[in-house]
């Protein structure tokens, strides 16, 4: 298996194009502004804590900014990770390289691994330059350290099942910019999709539920490690790659 | 080197290629020639693993190429049509990465790609993005990306497509050097080039194989007589009777007048049989005045024009002949 060479090439197209930077620089930008506030908030929250003791009882790091500090992350990833995958096989498509990539000696395997694992790095990246958040919190106040590992793991698994489905959607398309959009409405519609779970009927409603991403997406920021959460991110994940196999193979034979 | 047989291919309802087989023998170079749409892309690309043929089989260095497929990729360069390349890398590390793909060993790529670099005269843009490139550069890198792994079969789409005539010349003497050492397959429509460079040709037309072998062969079984181009000032029925009356002489057909008293006329002899001195005399003796007399080479384009030309008369004779019965019936029901 040559994952190597094209995990390399990618890498290296995600940093001569625009495309890496402005993904970093937009998610850290705005991930700033939640912290700053969210953390602003507690702040405020605390010294009125100070001034009325009861009140605070329930006020801590955890639930007060991890939580809805990772929360928000969520959303932010499910707009601008697709726009990580967009290009991987559509632009490939579109210029035609993909007629000289498929005709190397590399199996299409160790192509879509190679390439999701570049799309997983840069990833990473933009994960590793929101440590700085919690890094400031325990400078200014005692930090619970398992439930920001937990969460993290909650972030990192989400990304790598949103990086999956975007992926395959650009497995289908030579456009770039259908195969953002369509990414993005898949996973803001299986987002929302426990919304309807009240008003379909019964065995329908709970499928719904275990299918929608805010059910699993929280219990790791609260410091759980739920295999059922954990499983439900890794079978999607092989889900959606298996299904890029799939497609490029569909393509071969039809031209 | 290469063995096809019975290849077929359908996109859906449309057959591109049909019963397609042919061979290429090590070292050789063989010309893949079509009008546009003829089939040659689809064959190349069933050739380079890019997409199953729907029937029949090839063998590509002695490995089936949709059942060993990875041993095929192995040991053949590939240049698509349109050449694609990836616009936002520079050249050396693209060509670094296509070696490594291919399984250049790590200690021997630098040397390679700089090889290669020197063989396609790119060494100067190495470190240029590939999209800032003209298109002779980036068909030179593309050329550059199918040797860059040497392998030992070549299978290159329309090379030469899109350069102006320096370039085709310089890319036409690349390829001509890489004769030998590689089995090459190259498509075009253009025919010098497939005269000029390659020993056999492939005549492919609407998806089926109509002649194959080596060029020289293939003008001889067209065109079984020389031609000589003979240009008088004298009587033309007179010149006519002269010409034909000459031993050996097959054929002769009045191709013009230029003017009122010159006559131009087409011999045609047994093939090895030179008539052009009888045709001198001829003219000395009867005092017409001989202005041109030139043999007239037979090239291949006109054996590709008559072939085609051939193939698309038949095809609408036995169209003719699909609509005789019906023409057939309503005249006898009159």
Redesign the interface.
Known sequence: MRIWPIYKKELRLYFTSPVAYIVLTIFLFLTGIFFSAIFSGFTRASMQVAMNPQMGRDLNVTDSVLRPLLGNMSIILLFLLPLVTMRLFAEERRSGTIELLLTYPVRDGAVLIGKYVAALTLYGAMLAGTLAFPAMLAYFTRVEWAPFATGYLGLLLMGAMFLAVGLFISSLTENQIVAAIVTMGILLALWIVSWMADFVPSPYGAVLTHLSIIEHNDTFAKGVLDTKDVIYYLDFTALALFLTLRSLEARRWNG | MIEVQNLTKR?GPVTAISDVSFTVAPGEIVGFLGPNGAGKS?TM?IL?????ATGGSARVAGYDVFRES?EV??R?G?L?E?V???????VA?YLD??A????VPRSARKKRVADVMDRCLIADMQGR?IRNLSKGYRQRVGLA?AIVSDPAVLILDEPTIGLDPQQITEIRALIKSLAGEHTVILSTHILPEVSMLCSGVVIINRGAIVAQGPIDRLVEEFFPTARVEVEIAGPAAAALEGLRAIAGVVGVAESGAAGDEVRRFVVESARGRDVRGEIFQLAAQQKWTLLELRRVGMTLEEVFMRIVAGEESQAEASQAAEAAPGAAVTEAAR
């Open positions: 996109y689809t690309r380079a693993c890019f997409m199953p990875m990729r192995r053949i590939y698509p349109s694609p390349l990836y616009g936002d890398m520079r590390p990465f296509v490594e793909v291919k399984g993005l990306q």
